[in-house]
């Protein structure tokens, strides 16, 4: 190599070296950020992102909860969902409605029908929603299914109609997850890079926490007397995350467990031997749907579903014939599972 060369390879390689060196300080001023609240009535909600100025988000984000919950929640009386039950044709006010629209035809049609929102009568009458618990026997549930189907609605970018005055929508299983979406999508447009979202559970994580490493999630026990403990857990990159399972949420009717998964296709609570559904998904909202559609069609039915879509990641937990408890890791989820990363 000549002098000449040399003379111009040195100052690109300095101004290379100086521009690295940037970006490291640059990545470790920034500083941690954590708040909670709570949404949605009683849940509580914690956000946790990295941001150089330590900016606290906490007003803009319970005002984007806020209409969200006007839009989406059976709770509030004039919601747009609220006043689709009750009245039909609504025309939408806020993004959210026609966007968990779109999110539930196409997970309803990847599961072929295991998860409809339409089962909101059912999710009601079996006490799991905002009326009272009706309880109902065989031919309450039959005459309730007549207003069950995806197919019975219409929508686009603007409104949605039933076909049916009895169809009322339930986004129970879906809507903390795109609630997540929201404010995390909305910190992206802060330009924060890193962040850690969950509301009741659910989770979606950008970029590395403040160690610089992947956020770490925790799989919870799905037993209803360890609630709270870890029965593993996953590195989550770029990833909304979601768990369903009957061990947390679940009626004791005439001494016996009504779960409150809802069979769309019987109108009946699912008990089986798939105990908790973890899904991992390119954003919360579909992780959210697609565990919740893994607990209704049950173990084979929802490795297939999971198998056959490269979007998707699960961590199924489920009991055995001999009634041990015994997980299925999708392929492309081992390499960041904790336990077995352990065991290596």
């Not at 009386?77 to 039909?88: L, R, T």
């Not at 006490?127 to 069950?148: E, H, K, N, T």
């Not at 330009?191 to 610089?212: C, D, P, Q, T």
């Amino acid at each position: 190599m000549n002098r000449n060369t040399r003379s111009r390879i040195y100052p690109v390689v300095l101004i290379l070296i100086v521009y690295l060196v940037w970006q490291y300080r640059e990545a470790n001023s920034l500083k941690i950020v954590k708040f909670s609240g709570v949404t949605m009535g009683t849940i509580a909600y914690n956000i946790s992102y990295l941001d150089a100025e330590s900016r606290v988000f906490k007003s803009q984000v319970d005002s984007l909860l806020k209409d969200f919950n006007q839009a989406l929640s059976t709770y509030v009386p004039d919601s747009e969902i609220s006043m689709f039950n009750k009245n039909g044709d609504v025309s939408f006010g806020y993004p959210y409605f026609p966007e968990v629209l779109e999110a539930s035809q196409l997970v309803y049609e990847k599961s072929d029908g295991a998860f409809d929102p339409t089962i909101g009568q059912l999710i009601d009458a079996w006490g799991f929603g905002a009326d009272g618990f009706i309880g109902p026997d065989s031919a309450q549930v039959d005459s309730l299914m007549d207003y069950v189907g995806f197919q019975k609605i219409r929508f686009d970018a603007k409104s949605v109609r039933k076909l049916n005055d009895g169809i009322h929508l339930n986004f129970s299983a879906i809507a903390k997850g795109q609630a997540i979406d929201v404010v995390g999508d909305y910190l992206s447009t802060q330009g924060v890079e890193n962040y850690l979202v969950e509301i009741g559970g659910e989770v979606r994580a950008r970029g590395k926490n403040e160690e610089g490493k992947l956020w770490t999630i925790g799989i919870e026990v799905p037993d209803e007397n360890r609630m709270g403990g870890v029965f593993d857990a996953v590195y989550l990159e770029n990833q909304g995350m979601a768990t369903s399972g009957n061990y947390r949420n679940f009626r004791m009717v005439n001494g016996r467990k009504v779960a409150h998964t809802i069979d769309p296709q019987t109108g009946f609570p699912k008990m089986q031997t798939l105990l908790s559904a973890t899904v991992l998904a390119p954003n919360c909202m579909l992780a959210d749907a697609y565990a919740t559609a893994c607990m209704a069609m049950g173990l084979e039915r929802a490795r297939e579903m999971i198998l056959d879509d490269k979007t998707l990641e699960a961590y199924l937990i489920y009991a055995d014939q001999d009634g041990k408890t015994v997980t299925y890791i999708s392929p492309g989820l081992k390499s960041k599972t904790l336990s077995l990363l352990k065991s290596k």
